[in-house]
């Protein structure tokens, strides 16, 4: 059974950086991509970023392109997401996905790509 569990979140001003972890178990970490998602109160879920399998591709919504950035290391199973110069509107629930096929050539936006979901760490940007 595949387990992500996030940490890292929490309360921070305007202008700050936090940085997200997630660990992953029960599948061999280094064959999928990884995503992380956030989900603000009243919205729906949104795409921030992803990684290959490999670590070599990446990919960022416009929304945080520049600010934030995904990197994993695959000795240590985590998946990382500094995020910095941060806004009141990146203000959510941020959650950590594994793809759901392995070895793809082309990273997703779409949730459906993706079939395991941690359980969610709470980001509050205050200004």
């Known amino acids: 059974q595949v387990q992500l569990v996030e940490s890292g979140g929490g309360l921070v001003q305007a202008g700050g950086s936090l940085r997200l972890s997630c660990a992953a178990s029960?599948?061999?970490?280094?064959?999928?991509?990884m995503g992380w998602f956030r989900q603000a109160p009243g919205k729906e879920r949104q795409f921030v970023t992803a990684?290959?399998?490999?670590?070599?591709?990446?990919y960022y919504a416009d929304s945080v392109k520049g600010r934030f950035t995904i990197s994993r290391d695959n000795a240590k199973n985590t998946v990382y997401l500094q995020m910095n110069s941060l806004k009141p509107e990146d203000t959510a629930v941020y959650y950590c996905?594994?793809?759901?096929?392995?070895?793809?050539?082309?990273?997703?936006?779409?949730?459906?790509?993706?079939?395991?979901w941690g359980q969610g760490t709470q980001v509050t940007v205050s200004s």
């Open positions: 996905t594994q793809r759901r096929r392995r070895y793809t050539a082309q990273l997703s936006h779409d949730s459906y790509e993706y079939d395991y």
């Open positions: 029960g599948r061999t970490f280094s064959e999928y991509d």
């Open positions: 990684i290959s399998w490999s670590g070599s591709r990446t």
